[in-house]
């Protein structure tokens, strides 16, 4: 079981790089006054077709050869509905898929969001050759960060030298 | 982003150009954190900012730090694989605290740490 929202987007990034994504885009949306939080996975990786996008939910469906259970999204499913919200799942083939979960903002059981800048880093360092963008809104404020100006500034410089990672850390810092 | 930022990067990345610390095979070690659902619902991702944070506190360059899925073996989440040269070392059970002692004792000082090692 995973604890905060922002290990579920950990884990449905994984999902995207893993189909081979080159950009991933995380957005958190808090809607106070509708009392709705959405959180959405895009990426352009290379999506998954009709007959499959529709069973990746079944926990006993999944991609990988090292074991037979997938239980990220099946998980995250089960804690959306519990908290009056659902969980959709866009793919398709060539192009990419968004993952899309909602909840209740203020449901007694909706999970925590958890460090949400700790995912972004941790996605960020850890797979160099993909960008990223992350928005999270509360209402009509909005943080950004986009790792492509970084990256083209950057070069070839590694993105787990230390000064990189301190920039890095101050950049995410987040609402 | 601030033009401000913009003009640290470009002082990072002469900095870093300077000490040669580039992406490629230069790396001196590079370290792996293995991130399926397994390992992120064992904590892999505490684990890996414990290795950024060990790596930025200390100034340690040329260690290349990246991620990958489940390995198969998620009993022993989170699991680290350290390469050193051509020799390499995969770690299991890897908290926070084993993380700073494999930066330091293994990745920085060269010494595996046998007993967390694992072997099968």
Redesign the interface.
């Known amino acids: 079981?995973?604890r905060e929202l922002a290990?579920h987007i950990?884990?449905i990034a994984?999902n995207s790089l893993?189909a081979g994504a080159t950009l991933v885009t995380i957005e958190v949306i808090e809607d106070t006054h509708a009392d709705k939080l959405t959180i959405r996975v895009a990426d352009n990786g290379h999506g998954m077709a009709a007959e499959l996008a529709a069973r990746v939910l079944d926990p006993f469906v999944t991609s990988?050869k090292?074991?037979r259970v997938?239980?990220?999204l099946p998980f995250l499913k089960q804690a959306a509905e519990l908290c009056n919200g659902r969980l959709t799942i866009d793919s398709a083939q060539g192009k990419g898929t968004t993952v899309t979960a909602s909840f209740q903002h203020s449901h007694i059981d909706r999970m925590p969001l958890g460090?949400l800048p700790?995912?972004i880093?941790?996605?960020v360092?850890?797979?160099?050759h993909a960008d990223f963008v992350y928005r999270h809104s509360v209402n009509d404020q909005t943080f950004e960060f986009?790792t492509r100006?970084?990256k083209a500034?950057?070069?070839?410089?590694?993105l787990?030298?230390?000064?990189?990672?301190?920039?890095l850390?101050k950049?995410i810092s987040d609402l | 982003?601030p033009v401000k930022?913009?003009d640290?990067?470009?002082k990072?990345?002469e900095?870093?150009?300077a000490k040669r610390?580039?992406?490629?095979a230069s790396?001196r070690a590079r370290v792996t954190?293995a991130?399926?659902?397994c390992g992120?619902?064992a904590g892999a991702?505490?684990t890996?900012?414990a290795i950024?944070d060990a790596?930025?506190?200390?100034?340690?360059?040329g260690?290349?730090?990246?991620?990958t899925?489940?390995?198969?073996l998620?009993e022993f989440e989170p699991i680290v694989n350290v390469q050193v040269g051509d020799a390499k070392v995969t770690y299991g059970k890897v908290t926070p605290e084993r993380a700073r002692v494999i930066v330091a004792e293994h990745v920085v000082g060269g010494k595996p740490i046998r007993e967390w090692v694992i072997t099968r």
């Open positions: 079981m995973l290990l950990l884990d994984e893993n990988r090292t074991r997938g239980l990220g460090d700790g995912t880093l941790t996605l360092v850890g797979y160099p986009d100006p970084i500034e950057l070069g070839e410089v590694a787990s030298e230390p000064e990189v990672i301190a920039f850390k950049q | 982003m930022s913009l640290d990067l470009k990072i990345k900095q870093a150009l610390a580039i992406r490629d790396a954190v991130m399926g659902t992120i619902a991702r505490d890996m900012k950024l790596i930025e506190k200390d100034a340690i360059t260690v290349l730090v990246t991620q899925g489940c390995i198969g998620c």
